[in-house]
């Protein structure tokens, strides 16, 4: 999915990650199935991927296909004196869009951070007509990151 999200940047050219790095390099949110399990962090980034149910509605479907992707890690801001969130990636395939997979995507991290609401969103690049439409009027917007 990060090579279909670089060509949708038109930016194929510019992925340098393998399988390899990412492996090193990332955590994978527990699946239901497995969320007795402790959440172990052995990677810098961390990924929530939304699959499809086994039994789609949809016939087109693919049974239990990874439908998209939210990668992100921990930042802190030292001017506004707060921890918060990096949301590098919110991805979902095409033939998945306008399905709410996105809005699921983002409750989910949420959920992941133990977070009821967030009040306090700050777009620094906003992409995309899905992600603008959630980010409407929850937006803080900082110029030249201030």
Do not use: C
């Amino acid at each position: 999915m990060i090579k279909e999200l670089a060509a949708y940047e038109h930016a194929e050219d510019k992925v340098e990650a393998t399988e390899e790095s990412l492996l090193r390099t990332l955590t994978f949110a527990p699946s239901p199935a497995s969320s007795t399990q402790p959440h172990t962090n052995p990677g810098y980034a961390k990924t929530l991927l939304l699959r499809l149910p086994s039994s789609p509605t949809d016939p087109a479907d693919t049974p239990s296909a990874i439908a998209g992707m939210a990668m992100y890690f921990n930042n802190y801001s030292t001017w506004r004196s707060k921890p918060g969130v990096y949301l590098e990636d919110l991805y979902v395939r095409p033939q998945y869009r306008k399905r709410g997979y996105g809005k699921m995507l983002i409750q989910a991290l949420a959920q992941d951070l133990g977070a009821k609401r967030q009040e306090d969103w700050v777009g620094l690049r906003v992409d995309g007509q899905g992600l603008e439409d959630l980010a409407l009027g929850r937006t803080k917007v900082l110029r030249d990151g201030v």
